[in-house]
């Protein structure tokens, strides 16, 4: 009887212990893959993430976009010329440099609105060069690596009670779903940043046609500082990566194969809702709303 309990117990512990490695190897190759990748990612100007998104969105800006920022710009100053008249008496109290002045208002917001799709990429131009020298100079490696705790593994296993190993187990299994989950996080965040820039983009010449105007000119101010707040979002992504390839190269210093697995779990989550706050973080410096 004790025989069989025995080689029942063995082949649980086989099986268990099988299930922990083959749920530990390659457990955060998805994870690295994602953190190796976004200093790529958020390094790349819209025309160089993706050349055919970038393409329709420029024409549909200059098809559709232009002609209403057209309007809504010809409406805007009229509207400024005619508060311009009616608060210097009807003209009787208007000089002449006025007329000037709102003429030459007139010229550069026309200026600005058939070169705001320059004025766009050159915004996010300037926070591409931002980000690549800081990855120039960051330049960590943000892998995980537990290949220092794995060392003789299997049989430090085998020792354990089924107890212990049916725990570690379901934490493994639990872990691995989790990392999966990040992942996802990860791409919602880099993939979701760029779609966002495109879909402002695409809107460029409606809010710059209001930039010289005196009552509207607070949506063209407010949208230049979404734009930073976008370009240099990438900046602060690729501090949070910095930070954490920084805390990952302390695991190799754990000698508990739990511990190390959930610091990794720990950082890892950490990294993904800091990501998650630049987007909010970079609005508040430009104080775009």
């Known amino acids: 009887m004790d025989f069989l309990l025995e080689a029942l117990t063995n082949w649980l512990k086989e099986m268990l212990v099988g299930g922990i490695m083959s749920n530990l190897s390659g457990m955060f190759d998805s994870v690295n893959q994602q953190v190796a990748d976004i200093s790529v990612q958020v390094g790349q100007t819209p025309q160089g993430w993706n050349g055919s998104i ?7 800006s200059n098809s ?3 002609p209403i920022a057209g309007v ?3 409406i805007v100053m009229t509207v400024d010329l005619i508060q311009m008249i009616a608060d210097k008496n009807n003209l009787h109290d208007v000089d002449t440099w006025m007329i000037f002045k709102w003429m030459f208002k007139s010229a550069a917001a026309i200026l600005i609105v058939t070169n705001t799709w320059n004025i766009v990429m050159g915004v996010f131009d300037m926070a591409q060069s931002v980000v690549a020298q800081a990855a120039g100079i960051i330049n ?3 892998s995980i690596d537990i290949s220092s705790v794995m060392t003789d593994l299997e049989p430090r296993l085998m020792e354990m009670d089924l107890g212990p190993l049916f725990g570690l187990w379901f934490q493994s299994l639990f872990i691995g779903i989790t990392m999966w989950a990040l992942y996802i996080c990860i791409f919602i965040v880099i993939y979701g940043r760029m779609i ?6 695409s809107v460029a010449p409606v809010p710059m046609a209001a930039m010289m105007g005196k009552e509207w000119g607070g949506m063209g101010q407010n949208y230049l500082r979404s734009l930073l707040a976008l370009g240099f979002q990438a900046f602060l992504i690729i501090v ?15 000698d508990d194969i739990i511990m190390a697995i959930w610091s990794c779990v720990g950082y890892t989550v950490l990294l993904c809702f800091t990501l998650f706050k630049t987007g909010s973080l ?7 709303h």
């Open 54 to 60: 970038f393409s329709m969105i420029e024409n549909l």
């Open 64 to 66: 559709i976009m232009v």
């Open 72 to 74: 809504i710009l010809a």
């Open 140 to 142: 960590s490696d943000a």
């Open 196 to 201: 966002e820039i495109y879909l402002v983009t």
């Open 240 to 254: 949070c990566v910095a930070i954490y390839a920084v805390l990952v190269q302390n695991i190799a210093l754990e």
């Open 282 to 288: 970079a609005k508040s410096v430009f104080q775009a």
